[in-house]
């Protein structure tokens, strides 16, 4: 069974305690209701089970995003295609409070139902929100790598050698170790223009493979499933 990959958060890893059950504003002024403790894995696994739905709202466009916080975004194009080219794949972006997070935490991608998810703490800016939208697309491109959205994985698109070593050292600042092949490059895709654009179309388009030559050992893994021939 798919598992929510932890690791897969642009932010810091930093937990805060938790906060006790009582109503929480996010932007619109919306209260939302969780029975255990927000700011926690319990709350964060609540919303990615989408069991939690209070002020949680699906961005299909810039106006999702504008009508959210009541101010208009200064968003380059590549805000839609990104959208457009998760759409094509079955994969949807949410907008939620910041109390269903772990503090710290920007955005999720979720394995399982391959949506992901945005905190509302962060994506006012607008820079913030193309970093975020780029990295959690990069993790849904990285399961695309994998044989299927639908299966069990996810993996890397790069070799470790064509990381730049700024990426690198980043994410070993702020990742756990077991996450660092995952990470480092999306910390790469979400602050490089069109790199996420660009590896969504590969996928949508169901050439990943060709576009990108898996690495050695993602190559045999697809051989092994049957994904693709020796």
């Not at 958060?9 to 919306?30: E, F, Y």
Request: charged residues 20%; glycine residues 6%; proline residues 5%.
């Amino acid at each position: 069974m798919k598992k929510l990959l932890s690791s897969l958060l642009i932010s810091t890893l930093a937990m805060g305690s938790g906060v006790n059950a009582k109503d929480i504003q996010n932007p619109n002024n919306n209260p939302i209701s969780f029975p255990g403790d927000y700011y926690s894995n319990e709350s964060l696994g609540c919303l990615l089970l989408q069991e939690c739905t209070d002020s949680v709202v699906e961005v299909t466009s810039r106006k999702d995003i504008e009508d959210y916080y009541g101010e208009t975004f200064n968003l380059p194009q590549e805000f839609e295609q990104i959208l457009v080219e998760l759409d094509k794949i079955g994969i949807k972006v949410f907008i939620a409070p910041e109390s269903y997070f772990p503090t710290g935490h920007r955005g999720v991608y979720h394995t399982v139902s391959n949506n992901f998810y945005l905190n509302d703490a962060f994506m006012h800016r607008s820079h913030v929100l193309m970093s975020v939208l780029r990295h959690e697309g990069w993790h849904a491109v990285q399961d695309c790598m994998a044989g299927s959205l639908d299966n069990n994985f996810i993996a890397v698109i790069h070799n470790e050698d064509d990381i730049p070593q700024l990426w690198k050292d980043m994410a070993r600042r702020t990742y756990p170790k077991h996450s660092l092949p995952w990470e480092q490059e999306a910390s790469w895709a979400g602050r490089t223009e069109n790199m996420t654009l660009n590896a969504l179309k590969a996928c949508s388009a169901g050439n990943m493979w060709e576009t990108y030559e898996p690495t050695p050992l993602t190559r045999q893994f697809l051989v092994d499933k049957g994904f693709i021939k020796d």
